[in-house]
């Protein structure tokens, strides 16, 4: 049965968001929280200015089973009724993460959006993504300073592929059931508009008619060639979102092309989906 978060962390300020989202989501959903990190050179010796004594005279321990056996312990003060586990081990995340993640307990990823290796928004090829494209099982990356969850109004960004409902329905089974669905798309300039709300529209009914989700609304924009700002995919899907303010987005990583063009920068510009919302990666169609 598949009733476990698991959830890595690097006890960066934006991995701990992470931790306290995917605890946050586990009481809504009734799962357990399994902590991870993968020991690095900052996490395998002890600081010398670390005020846990008593933990520091047991030399067997590494830096980072301190750190763990803190933020674990502050977890279960501030969330008593869930059953939290945790375990630092030796390896690169980006190996050993998809492996874990085969473990038929878990039920999805939670982790931050960028960690102590990254300052800026997410780019294709960073570990979050490389985790997403790896991943058996679905995967949230939760933004810097977004450790609140919620879960009224999602984003489904969509190019009217039958598995982005496929993603949907992973979503509301693993997540929760949104009061409200916004269909994000985009497109461009010399489209034929009318067909395009009329596929928007059908999409939308046959969401409420499958009764997923009752409250279906549309957003669609343009690329725009004569906007510096808004001549790509990322930069107007993340113009629709700050508007749209999403609790979460939903992405379906089986059209590569449109995953890469996502999260890939381009060599003109370094321009990805900035990560502002929680964002939900369905896992990978194999076929």
């Not at 010796?45 to 008593?54: D, G, R, T, V």
């Not at 586990?85 to 995340?93: A, D, E, P, Q, W």
């Not at 050993?96 to 939670?110: C, F, H, T």
Request: hydrophobic share 40%; glycine share 4%; charged share 25%.
């Amino acid at each position: 049965m598949r009733n476990t978060i698991l959830v890595p962390t690097d006890f960066s300020k934006n991995s701990i968001s992470a931790v306290r989202y995917a605890c946050q989501l586990a009481k809504h959903k009734g799962y357990d929280v399994h902590l991870l990190h993968f020991y690095t050179s900052n996490t395998a010796n002890f600081a010398s200015e670390s005020n846990n004594e008593a933990l520091l005279e047991d030399s067997s321990l590494l830096k980072a089973d301190v750190l763990m056996k803190e933020l674990k312990d502050e977890l279960m003060i501030s969330f008593p009724e869930l059953t939290i586990t945790s375990v630092c081990v030796r390896g690169l995340i980006d190996e050993k993460l998809p492996v874990e993640a085969g473990d038929s307990r878990y039920a999805l990823i939670v982790m931050g959006a960028t960690g102590s290796s990254a300052k800026k928004s997410i780019y294709y090829g960073s570990t979050t993504v490389a985790i997403t494209a790896k991943s058996p099982i679905p995967v949230v990356a939760v933004p810097e300073g977004q450790s609140t969850f919620a879960l009224q109004h999602i984003s489904l960004l969509t190019k009217f592929k039958p598995e982005e409902l496929e993603t949907l329905r992973s979503f509301i089974e693993t997540m929760g059931k949104p009061e409200q669905l916004s269909l994000t798309h985009v497109y461009r300039e010399e489209s034929d508009l009318d067909a395009m709300q009329e596929h928007l529209q059908s999409w939308a009914f046959n969401i409420r008619e499958m009764d997923l989700i009752k409250q279906v609304d549309i957003e669609s924009a343009p690329i725009s060639k004569n906007d510096v700002d808004l001549d790509t995919v990322p930069e107007v899907v993340n113009s629709m979102i700050e508007k749209g303010n999403p609790d979460v987005i939903l992405v379906t990583k089986t059209r590569k092309s449109f995953f890469e063009r996502l999260f890939k920068s381009s060599v003109s510009k370094a321009i990805a989906l900035e990560l502002r919302k929680p964002t939900f990666f369905d896992r990978i169609d194999e076929d």
